[in-house]
């Protein structure tokens, strides 16, 4: 299937992937259930690529009105290997991690 591009165009030196929903995608302060929805971008939009999680299931994202924020993966196409991007989110707790230790020294 021919992807629809609903965006209008727009030029963002350095894009290096775009949008690729029909619903469009929810642009979010952080990854998963833990981000608030803080924009969206329609299919066809260009973004920066900036990082991702350490878990590959989010990509930290840039677009040309400098709206920054987390996208899911599934919503983003681009030709970049994803494994050489810096992991920009580390969550305070990993499933299977341990608790950070107290503040205050007590």
Do not use: C, W
């Amino acid at each position: 299937p021919t992807p629809i591009n609903d965006a209008p165009a727009v030029d963002l030196p350095g894009a290096n992937g775009m949008i690729q929903s029909t619903s469009g995608a929810p642009v979010l302060t952080g990854p998963g259930r833990e981000g608030q929805v803080i924009g969206n971008l329609e299919n066809g939009t260009p973004i920066k690529i900036l990082g991702r999680t350490g878990l590959n299931d989010y990509l930290d994202v840039e677009d040309a009105s400098g709206l920054r924020g987390f996208v899911l993966i599934s919503q983003i196409d681009t030709s970049i290997d994803i494994n050489s991007l810096p992991v920009t989110y580390h969550p305070a707790n990993p499933p299977g991690g341990t608790m950070p230790p107290p503040r205050g020294g007590r």
